[in-house]
């Protein structure tokens, strides 16, 4: 019986002095996610820099830890006005393309959501503005999309337009949004953002933009100083919307195109104006700038050196017209044909080599090439031929006084003379017609 009573104190100890150095043990005081050591390059890029547009290379962080880095980041204090309202121009099939290509980057960025769809819209319209990028929208959403790892827009070159399509009823309504967009609706909150990435993730970038709004699990960001400002977006829309491949299956406007028929070296932005022209302005020396016509400093006529490439055409006009709103430059490669003054004669305007038009109050800017002297990428590149005049119009003789004869009565004709002066035989006269 004693054995009995020992074992069950110290089955009973063996349950309970555990449970009280549980109980009683000391807490542990509770940590925080600690923010992840990630260094990022953190450069304000001065306005006589053009920032460069870089590939999206994401931090090596686990999402938990990429949030917590993001949270991090404050938001910026300065005024976060908003952009201006956009009016798309230029031919039908031009806008069609725009539509479709605005439409496809808001449903594969953000899914059939409306609000991060507006978003999506606004930011690529943004860049469109912005000099660091192309100025069509295609351009701008296909911006890379030749590199796997170079794209801007990820759908545009990791396969998804090939694995999978929107359904009918979101795609018409990604197209609506589309179509507001491109009309003059402004979606306000993101200002003059010109990048977004999701909150489980961390571009190397994102160090050197500022942070300035949060929607549903995007964050948006511009440019720090300068470059982020309204007068930054300051460049107009080359309404010559490249054709898309990628985009043939969801777009009609897209059929028959093929990827080297896109631009120079594969680009789709490479239309109308050079991709990259203000670059390409900076191999222009300023020696080469030519004089404005005298009596208007707004008009330029042009002869083009013999050795430039004739897509550096756009970067002459570009610098030649620096920053007027309206400009117009017209140029030719035999000088012959340049005219003093305008307008050109119907000889010199066939011979034209290349005109570029910019006229910032009706948002219209385009420059054109002949196709007859330069092979271009777009038929929407070529200057139209003028038509050939119609030939002269015979003079119509004037009405005679003289009533006409009446049928079935003979009238006496002097006889005709013949080439000799004599009176040439006489024509019987047809017989007066019976009464009855």
Excluded at 91 to 104: E, F, H, I, M, W
Excluded at 256 to 279: I, R, S, Y
């Amino acid at each position: 019986m004693w054995l009995r009573l020992v074992l069950g104190i110290v089955a009973l100890a063996a349950l309970v002095v555990p449970a009280l150095l549980v109980l009683d043990a000391p807490r542990m005081p509770h940590r925080a996610r600690r923010v992840p050591p990630v260094v990022l390059p953190n450069r304000v890029v001065p306005k006589e820099e053009l920032p460069p547009v870089e590939p999206v290379a994401i931090a090596d962080l686990d999402p938990e830890d990429a949030r917590a880095f993001n949270a991090s980041i404050p938001f910026s204090t300065d005024p976060n006005p908003a952009a201006r309202p956009f009016h798309l121009v230029g031919a039908a099939d031009s806008q069609a393309r725009a539509v479709d290509c605005l439409a496809a980057a808001e449903i594969y960025e953000a899914g059939d959501d409306a609000l991060g769809e507006r978003a999506v819209a606004q930011v690529i319209l943004n860049r469109v503005r912005h000099p660091a990028f192309p100025k069509t929208v295609c351009g701008v959403v296909f911006q890379g999309s030749e590199r796997s790892t170079g794209c801007q827009f990820t759908f545009s070159c990791d396969g998804a337009l090939t694995r999978w399509s929107p359904t009918p009823v979101a795609w018409a309504r990604a197209r609506e949004i589309a179509q507001m967009a491109l009309h003059g609706t402004v979606f306000r909150p993101v200002g003059h953002a010109t990048h977004y990435h999701t909150d489980w993730v961390v571009p190397y970038w994102s160090a050197s933009l500022d942070k300035i709004v949060e929607l549903h699990t995007h964050l948006f960001f511009r440019w720090a100083g300068w470059w982020g400002t309204p007068p930054a977006f300051n460049r107009s829309y080359v309404a010559a919307e490249p054709n898309i491949p990628l985009l043939a299956k969801l777009s009609p406007a897209h059929l028959g195109g093929t990827t080297e028929a896109v631009g120079p070296a594969g680009d789709p932005g490479a239309t109308g104006l050079l991709f990259d022209a203000n670059k390409a302005a900076g191999a222009i020396p300023a020696s080469a700038v030519p004089a404005a016509v005298a009596g208007d400093q707004n008009v330029f006529l042009v002869t083009l050196p013999d050795d430039m490439v004739p897509d550096l055409y756009p970067a002459l006009a570009l610098r030649t017209c620096g920053d007027r709103p309206y400009c117009k430059f017209m140029a030719w490669l035999d000088p012959s044909k340049k005219p003093a003054r305008l307008p050109p004669t119907g000889d010199q305007a066939a011979a034209m080599s290349f005109s570029y038009l910019r006229d910032e109050k009706v948002q219209y800017v385009k420059a054109l090439w002949n196709c007859e002297q330069f092979r271009r990428p777009s038929t929407a590149q070529c200057m139209r031929r003028q038509p050939q005049p119609a030939p002269a119009a015979m003079p119509t003789p004037s009405p005679t006084t003289e009533p006409a004869p009446l049928d079935g009565v003979r009238r006496k004709t002097p006889p005709a003379q013949n080439k000799a002066g004599a009176a040439a035989p006489a024509t019987p006269a047809s017989p007066v017609p019976s009464s009855d």
